[in-house]
T-cell receptor
């Protein structure tokens, strides 16, 4: 158990819909990272927040957005969902910027 | 941006030493290299991290040559439970103040009896 929690574990929704994925980092960690993992694309970094502020952006689509709240939990919002958005979405946390990251169990999103 | 290249797969037998190399030709001076292990349907797990020369912990060693254009993860005496995908991560800090994280495609290690 990494100490990082993600909800929900599974999510099935239809194209065009919007969903919110939630992540709670390990106690004391200030950085939260979001990743997307699909079979054909591997592990893709989406975005990082550090102590409430956006720190780094990777291959995140404009339809996706994220935020980190004062209690340090984070949410990833995915809108106008497409079939290709079906993937495992991982959240990770670390004490500071980059470095050793602890990954959550992931949310499996299926878009039908 | 540092881009990484790893072998797609490797095979080994129980008890052998396994070395997985990651190429990162454009690595910057303040980048560091981190390796992760991932089992199916689980989140990656941190293995080891280094900047240069050699780093060793209780599960692996990481060798980084002087030019830092590659790194090698060494797993001593692998067991069946080491069958997993291994990712090389290079952290890049850009002048804009943002840092970007580049994972490699991963190496699928299969350990056989």
């Amino acid at each position: 158990d990494s100490g990082v929690t993600q909800t929900p574990k599974h999510l099935i929704t239809a194209t065009g819909q919007r969903v919110t994925l939630r992540c709670s980092p390990r106690s004391g960690d200030l950085s939260v990272y979001w990743y997307q993992q699909s079979l054909d694309q591997g592990l893709q970094f989406l975005i990082q927040y550090y102590n409430g502020e956006e720190r780094a952006k990777g291959n995140i689509l404009e339809r996706f957005s994220a935020q980190q709240f004062p209690d340090l939990h984070s949410e990833l919002n995915l809108s106008s969902l497409e079939l290709g958005d079906s993937a495992l979405y991982f959240c990770a946390s670390s004490v500071e910027n980059e470095g050793e990251q602890y990954f959550g169990p992931g949310t499996r999103l299926t878009v039908t | 941006l540092a881009k990484t290249t790893q072998p797609i797969s490797m095979d080994s037998y129980e008890g052998q030493e396994v070395n997985i190399t990651c190429s990162h030709n454009n690595i910057a001076t303040n980048d560091y290299i981190t390796w992760y292990q991932q089992f199916p349907s689980q989140g990656p797990r941190f293995i080891i991290q280094g900047y240069k020369t050699k780093v060793t912990n209780e599960v692996a060693s990481l060798f980084i040559p002087a030019d830092r254009k590659s790194s090698t993860l060494s797993l001593p005496r692998v067991s069946l439970s080491d069958t997993a995908v291994y990712y090389c991560l290079v952290a890049s800090f850009m002048n804009s103040g943002y840092s970007t994280l580049t994972f490699g495609k991963g190496t699928m290690l299969l350990v056989s009896p």
